[in-house]
């Protein structure tokens, strides 16, 4: 036998094997940081090769995000919509409900409060701005109860369907902004009028930060941890994700489940929405504007909340400084070095997770001679 | 190599990679390709292996010879798994050597194993349920090759089969065979891959009695050829028929290593339990109120199929009722109909009177029927969840642990307190999650939560299966109290030995209907057997 033909018997077998214990949480969070070292180094390797040098390209990030003001405001505005969205995604994914419609429902609760905004111009705020929540709320949680509903009665994948409505949603907010609620005032842009005062969420000044929305946001996250702890339909939420077979054994109607849990999900995901119509943009416009994204990154913040809803207060900040410290180097490199960075920090972040419960092991292909 | 021409040399390279393809690797196995009966195949040496808080090998010494059968017998959890899954490579020992036909090696993987010459059939098979029976033995050759060598296989499928008794179409997809069968294609793949040592975990854990009887003599066949057996049991029915030699594990310490000719099943049992075991017998039930009334009952299983056909009978207070039969007969679709959590096609179930056919699980569950179901780890528990959450999993909802939405948390602390006193759950708290707890504390957990509130009905499915001898006898002692104490028990069990321990009426159910309905003082193991066989009787 050949020399060859020996190296192609030698290939490394690489396999994931379930740990017999899982990660403490301590050296769980020793790998997260891990995770972050090795992003910041290839990262770092990535800056050398557009010509920026490391240090200085992570100074601007540093600096840009938790090292100025400028960058505590951004990543305050920034982590609103994502805790809310997020915090809905943890609970959706404890029943193992896979909501990727998050984008989707923030853009109906968007089109919800627009049409209060523009309905009612007469309402004094303390009307409006709750009426806006509320339709918002009920919008957001109608678009997901549908894929609910289709999942749970006939067994259709609400991947699938939670991700096409995504695009239902920015066709209808598409056409309303260039069809009828298009502004009078606009010059021919598609955007609607602007909301009158009254139907704006009010920011801390100087800011874009819409403070009552992001006390919603942290009282939801708080609240949705003790539901998850304390309540009977939190209990029923964590049997059916857990142990579907069990649910079942335990007469817990699946039906009714993932209609709760698409009610919080979805009616978080539209007051998201509401918050960046009504608190930012004080005014409905293109689609990407409005949700920006904010829908899927909230995958990765309930991802790296672990699915606890509580956690999601700080994985929403650090996601959103992520981005915010990706914000600030756009302007000196190339810019999809820079998404390219982000993206590979929250992608090791995410992919490492499994090395809680898993365990790499490589073999080779002979096994050792005897001595 | 100097005077090798550069045409020589191409084609010599050409040859080998051919003769690569084509499978033809020189065999690796270290034992010789003939063994004679008596050789010493394997010895394994101070065997340690631990996992996080438990030593599960502990200076464990196995002598395995050629031609021998080999039983491993322990209690569940004594390490005798981790045993065999370090031979076979699965695990690296922390400490201890192995020696395979005189020479030390290191097992790094199945395939270091296989290709040393041993093969295992695992607990749970390792086959691909869509492909075929001679594909699956192709993808556990040693030799790997680029085209599937159709007709080769077939041949040696049916060569081998027709050698040892092992009857199976090599051209039936394997979701389509039973677990005994799907067990000779484990066994095929081992000998095909020209195995000298072969272990069995559990083997007969799935088989009918006809089956364990087939499976029986063409292992004492290969035994007679020269092959190395070691099947791991708990069963000393099993030891005593079968093997040669038996090692005795307790705790991952080897406590006995005899041969089977010079002991008997009682220096066995107390080997391995350390104790002397006192079989209880159930006195005759007294008749009581009618509690289940099961009329006309058609059940479609998960094929579609009509897994129960016609089934009617009563069951009184105090009284058990065993249903025997051949696995996959409709026993468990049987069971899940009553329970609620399977739809009944036509027919009527009424507990206590009140027709509840078609009611769900929650209404069955609320007239205090306890079930405790066959899937313990899918069903019968939630494994990522704290113990005093499982205790509550069927009750939850009652006006004792609810207050309004929220969960009487202090209700529920107090009463698995007071569970896992009374039913002796080992655990380290009750907010432990079930997965870390033993197979024997997890089916306490679930006796616990169904049986402590003196149900009028308890459904049990398998109620021992897997468990050690301490725990089986300790929950079928359990049932029969709860028999005493009135509750009416539906028992399925596959544990032949168990339904005639436990059982007042013995029922035997064959493809989805009842063909026989013998009191147990009357009933013999033979008359049982022979109608689970599907004879008319």
Redesign the interface.
Not at chain 1, 248 to 251: M, S
Not at chain 2, 103 to 109: C, D, F, H, N, Q
Not at chain 2, 378 to 385: E, H, L, N, R, S
């Given at each position: 036998?050949?020399a060859?033909?020996r190296w192609?018997?030698r290939m490394p077998?690489i396999s994931v094997q379930k740990r017999?214990?899982p990660l403490t949480s301590k050296q769980g969070f020793m790998l997260m940081l891990s995770a972050i070292a090795v992003g910041i180094i290839l990262g770092g390797l990535l800056f050398s090769l557009v010509g920026v040098s490391p240090l200085y390209a992570y100074g601007k990030i540093l600096q840009g995000s938790f090292g100025s003001p400028q960058g505590w405001k951004e990543i305050g505005r920034k982590c609103i919509p994502l805790m809310m969205a997020g915090v809905g995604l943890v609970i959706a994914f404890k029943a193992v409900f896979w909501n990727i419609g998050a984008e989707g429902q923030m853009l109906v609760g968007a089109v919800g409060a627009t049409w209060i905004a523009l309905s009612f111009k007469q309402a004094p705020a303390w009307v409006l701005l709750p009426s806006m929540f509320g339709c918002g709320l009920a919008l957001g949680a109608a678009f997901c109860v549908i894929p609910a509903i289709l999942r749970s009665k006939f067994n259709v994948n609400e991947v699938i369907t939670t991700l096409m409505l995504n695009y239902v949603a920015m066709q209808l907010v598409s056409y309303l902004i260039d069809g009828p609620w298009k502004g009078k005032t606009q010059h021919g842009y598609p955007y609607t009028d602007p909301f009158v005062e009254a139907a704006r969420i009010p920011r801390i000044p100087g800011t874009f930060i819409h403070y009552p929305t992001l006390i919603i946001g942290v009282v939801a996250c708080v609240l949705l941890y003790y539901f998850m702890k304390?309540?009977?339909?939190g209990?029923e939420i964590?049997?059916t994700g857990?142990?579907p077979?069990?649910a079942?054994?335990?007469?817990i109607s699946y039906v009714k489940t993932l209609l709760v849990v698409a009610l919080i999900s979805g009616g978080l995901a539209g007051i998201a929405g509401v918050g960046e119509v009504a608190g930012v943009h004080g005014r409905l416009m293109y689609p990407y504007y409005i949700s920006g994204g904010y829908g899927f990154t909230a995958i990765i913040v309930a991802w790296l909340a672990r699915l606890h809803p509580a956690g999601v207060i700080v994985s929403s900040i650090f996601v959103s400084a992520v981005l915010v410290g990706g914000d600030a180097m756009r302007l000196r490199v190339p810019l999809a070095s820079v998404n390219i960075f982000t993206g590979l920090i929250l992608l090791l972040l995410v992919s490492t997770e499994i090395l809680r419960t898993h365990y790499v092991k490589v073999?080779?292909?002979?096994?050792?001679r005897?001595? | 190599m100097a005077s090798e021409g550069f045409v020589a040399k191409v084609r010599?390279?050409l040859v080998?990679?051919l003769s690569?393809l084509g499978g033809e690797?020189?065999t690796?196995a270290?034992v010789g390709p003939t063994q004679d009966i008596g050789d010493t195949v394997l010895e394994a040496k101070g065997l340690r292996k631990v996992?996080?808080?438990v030593v599960a090998n502990d200076g464990v010494d196995l002598t395995v010879r050629a031609g021998e059968i080999h039983a491993l017998l322990g209690e569940n959890g004594a390490g005798k798994t981790t045993l065999v899954k370090i031979l076979y490579g699965v695990y690296t020992p922390d400490e201890g050597e192995i020696v395979l036909g005189g020479?030390?090696?290191?097992?790094?993987?199945p395939?270091?194993a296989r290709?040393?010459g041993i093969g295992m059939v695992h607990q749970h098979f390792m086959l691909s349920e869509a492909n075929t029976v001679a594909e699956n033995v192709a993808l556990g050759l040693p030799e790997g090759r680029m085209l599937f060598p159709e007709k080769e296989i077939r041949q040696r499928i049916q060569d081998f089969s027709g050698v040892y008794g092992l009857r199976i179409d090599p051209e039936a997809k394997v979701w389509q065979l039973s677990a005994g069968e799907k067990q000779k294609i484990e066994i095929l793949k081992a000998l095909l891959a020209r195995a000298r040592l072969l272990i069995l975990d559990e083997p007969t854990a799935v088989l009918t009695p006809l089956e364990t009887e087939e499976l029986f003599s063409a292992l004492r066949l290969m035994a007679k050829q020269g092959k190395a057996v070691i099947f791991i049991t708990h069963k000393l029915d099993e030891v005593m028929s079968l093997a040669d030699r038996v090692t005795v594990l307790r705790k991952g310490r080897v406590v006995g290593n005899v041969k089977t000719s010079e002991t008997d099943r009682r220096q066995l049992a107390n080997l391995m339990v350390g104790v002397d075991l006192v079989p209880s017998k159930k006195a005759v039930a007294q008749a009581g109120e009618l509690v289940l009334e099961v009329a006309a009952l058609s059940v479609i299983g998960d094929r579609g199929n009509e897994a129960c056909r016609g089934i009617a009978f009563n069951l009184s207070a105090g009284e058990i009722l065993g249903v025997a039969g051949v696995a996959g007969n409709g026993q468990r679709e049987l069971v899940e109909a009553v329970a609620?959590?399977r739809r009944v096609a036509s027919g009527c179930v009424r507990i206590l009177g009140r027709d509840i056919t078609n009611h769900?699980?929650?209404?069955v569950?609320n007239l205090g029927v306890a079930?405790i179901?066959e899937?313990r780890l899918?069903?019968?528990?939630?494994?990522?969840?704290s113990v005093k959450?499982n205790l509550v999993?069927?009750k939850?909802?009652q006006p004792e642990f609810?207050r309004g939405?929220?969960?009487h948390?202090g209700a529920v602390d107090v009463y698995a307190g007071e569970m896992m006193d009374a039913y002796q759950i080992m655990t380290p708290s009750s907010d432990t999650v079930a997965r870390k707890l033993s197979g024997g504390n997890i089916q306490r957990l679930i006796l616990a939560r169904e049986t402590s509130g003196r149900p009028r009905l308890i459904i049990a499915s398998h109620p021992t299966s897997g468990l050690d001898v301490k725990a089986t006898s300790e929950i079928r002692a359990k049932l029969l109290r709860a028999a005493g104490d009135g509750s009416a028990i539906l028992l399925d069990s596959e544990d032949l030995e168990e339904i005639f321990e436990l059982s007042d009426r013995i029922a035997v159910i064959v493809r989805g209907q009842f063909v026989g309905m013998v009191p147990r003082a009357e009933a013999t193991l033979e008359e049982i057997g022979l109608l689970m066989g599907g004879a008319t009787g």
């Open positions: 036998m050949s060859s033909a192609l018997w077998r017999r214990e304390r309540t009977r339909a209990y964590k049997v857990y142990s077979r069990a079942e054994y335990a007469g073999t080779w292909g002979e096994p050792t005897p001595s | 010599r390279k080998d990679a690569l690797r020189p690796k270290l996992f996080p808080g020479r030390p090696v290191k097992i790094g993987s395939r270091d290709d040393l609620g959590i769900g699980p929650r209404a569950a079930y179901p899937d899918g069903m019968g528990i939630v494994p990522d969840m959450e999993l069927r939850y909802w609810s939405m929220l969960l948390e």
